[in-house]
């Protein structure tokens, strides 16, 4: 198995980076390969019936980092990339992140190979019906709870509720979270990776002592996440002058209208042909002159080749894993970027996701204003304890995050001990 997830190109940098960290917090041998390699890896087969009536068989996984510390969490996500080390690779990032912010859970992620955009809304209910079928008996309230990834929205997740509370033979909201809100999903819950992005942005140009209105900003992915976070720079007073999806990307020097680029999204199935921006090549928007990028795409986009063209003062990783370790070092030695970790930028999500969990545990509700207040109290929390952290020690942003996070974890493996 071990082999097997280092031949993922995803899983071995997620690997690169947790053994920096161990070396750099000189982590006990023990401890540390306990740490590294994931509790659980599960796949299971997936025969479903299409709408022709024939019968194709997906693969979904599900990887359970380590529940030292309380159920894991993570999101289920539908791309037709999925293996079982890109979702091992996502799993031990959401420990990390959940420990960095202080939730009582441990890192998961689950994926099916499939192409969503190219499958009915049957097709998709029956394969997401069937994984929760296969994957029941290793998931519930106290030991895995899934939320909405990739491809996946609150429809999906409450498919899964429902398939799981019918075998339970009552109704379970606490087992996935990212839901609608007429099944006890929160208010808030939406938006809140999008949300918490613009945040951490804004808490970052007032260190930086730059202007929070005015500031321009690049976007690249206009899914959920890069959606939210393009709406709320905007309310902020910050300028998006460049959005791209998989579609293609439009720039505009004097700010896009956001309003106008997400009807025309919603209508058009992409940000291409936008006629409030002119096209530009994806990867070149990467590097226009900008006080924010927020990569919010998938993994691996700001690479060796493109790191030391950035023209950011701020790198936002919405995304998770966005920054190979190679480009990490090139931008580490720049030194005139601010780097926001994905672990702690794209934090949002889990949080609030952990505030759903909550609620549904104590049968209670909460105001949107009541959840984004909190979301903003936790990310500021865990932004200044991180800029403490690095000053303390004289260590990059990346680092210092995943130090955070990873020494939480190894402190209660060693409380714990190891069952014999």
Known sequence: MKKDLLGNSVFQMAAEQFDRVADFLELDERVRERC?????????????????????????????????????????????????????????????????????FGGGKGGIACDPRAMSLGEQERLTRRFAQEISPFIGPEIDVMAPDVGTNAQ??????????????????????????ELQGSQGRNEATGYGVAFLVTQALQKLSLP?????????????????????MNRYGIQVRGVSDISGAVWNAQGLD??????????????????????????????????????????????????SKLNCRILAEAANG??????????????????????????????????????NLQRFSWTKQEVLSKLEN??????????????????GHRLGALATGVDLVAQVKQTRGLFP
């Open 156 to 181: 999906h997740m409450a498919w899964i509720l429902d398939t799981y509370s019918t075998r339970e033979g009552r109704f379970v909201p606490e087992v996935i979270t990212g839901k609608p809100l």
């Open 258 to 307: 956001t309003d106008a680029l997400q009807k025309h999204v919603a209508h058009n199935g992409g940000v291409a042909g936008f006629p409030g921006g002119e096209a530009i090549d994806s990867e070149e928007l990467l590097l226009q002159r900008c006080d924010v990028l927020v990569p919010a795409a998938l993994e691996r986009v700001i690479t060796q080749e493109n790191a």
């Open 378 to 395: 936790k990310l500021n929390e865990a932004f200044e304890n991180l800029l403490e952290f690095c000053h303390q020690r004289q260590c």
């Open 36 to 104: 590294k390699w994931p509790k659980r890896v599960i796949t299971v087969s997936l025969p479903v019936t299409m709408d022709d009536g024939r019968t194709e068989v997906f693969f979904g996984h599900r990887v359970q980092h380590h529940l030292s510390r309380g159920p894991v969490k993570g999101g289920l996500r539908f791309h037709p990339n999925v293996d079982v080390g890109e979702v091992a690779a996502l799993a031990m990032w959401m420990n990390w992140k959940c420990a960095l912010m202080g939730l009582p």
């Open 212 to 232: 929070i209105e005015g500031s321009s900003a690049i976007v690249q992915g206009f899914g959920n996440v890069g959606s939210h976070a393009v709406a709320t």
């Open 322 to 359: 966005p920054t190979t370790p190679c480009a990490d070092a090139i931008i580490e030695e720049r030194g005139d970027i601010f780097l926001i970790p994905d672990v702690l930028c794209n934090a949002g999500g889990v949080t609030v996701s952990y505030f759903e969990w909550v609620q």
